[in-house]
Structures are given as C-alpha cells and as structure tokens.
C-alpha cells in the first residue's frame, strides 16, 4: 500500500504561480512512476504530468506544456507541480497518483494504482 498526501492548492490570479506536493508513505519502493491529475466540474480526469520515478523522464499534457514542471526529490519521497501562468480553465481538483506496473501508458487514470485525497486550485480572473 502507498498512501498519497497532496497539498498546497489554495485560490490565485491568474498570471500567478503556485506549487502542489504529494507526499508518499508506505510502499514506496514499489513506485513505478508518479502523476498529477486534475478534475473540474463535469469534466473527465486528466494527467497533466507524468514522471518515472527512478529515471527521472517527464511526460506532460500538451495543455500545460511550458507552464507546469512536475519534479520529484526521491529522498523525501515527495512529488511536486510547478504551476506558472496560471489560468482560469486550470481550476480543478488536482490529485497525484502511483503506478506500481511498467509501461508506457502515463496519461491514463486507469492505469495509476494509488491516489490521494486531492487539493482544490482555483484560479480568478
């Protein structure tokens, strides 16, 4: 088992930045690779970001590209989201997941085994 904390969403303006964590217990030798998904209302999840935990290769949704870094410090077992040039349409319930199998399918929930409770990010105008 792994269990997943994120924190750090909070309101902003848009234009401005922010930065997510997720901090992993348990099982963590077991991670495979690490996402941060997002939600809005009515809408389907989606990756914004993936990255493989041990190599370090990052994999990001087109929609974010050049705006979001999503890094990781292994020694803390902690996964972070950079957010820059934040947008209204960025509004969303972000969570950070765990795959514990190999593959090359990052951007799919349904592939990711573990997830946490989720952080609200919420972006004026």
């Known amino acids: 088992q792994v269990q997943l904390v994120e924190s750090g969403g909070r309101l902003v303006q848009a234009g401005g930045s922010l930065r997510l964590s997720c901090k992993a217990s348990?099982?963590?030798?077991?991670?495979?690779?690490t996402g941060w998904f997002r939600q809005a209302p009515g809408k389907e999840r989606e990756c914004v970001g993936a990255?493989?935990?041990?190599?370090?290769?990052?994999f990001y949704a087109d929609s974010v590209k050049g705006r979001f870094t999503v890094f990781r410090d292994t020694a803390k077992n902690t996964l972070y989201l950079q957010m820059n040039s934040l947008k209204p349409d960025d509004t969303a319930v972000y969570y950070c997941?765990?795959?514990?199998?190999?593959?090359?399918?990052?951007?799919?929930?349904?592939?990711?085994?573990?997830w946490g409770q989720g952080t609200q990010v919420t972006v004026s105008t």
């Open positions: 997941a765990v795959r514990v199998s190999a593959g090359d399918n990052w951007y799919s929930p349904a592939a990711y085994d573990y």
């Open positions: 990255i493989n935990w041990s190599a370090g290769d990052v």
């Open positions: 348990g099982r963590t030798s077991s991670n495979y690779a």
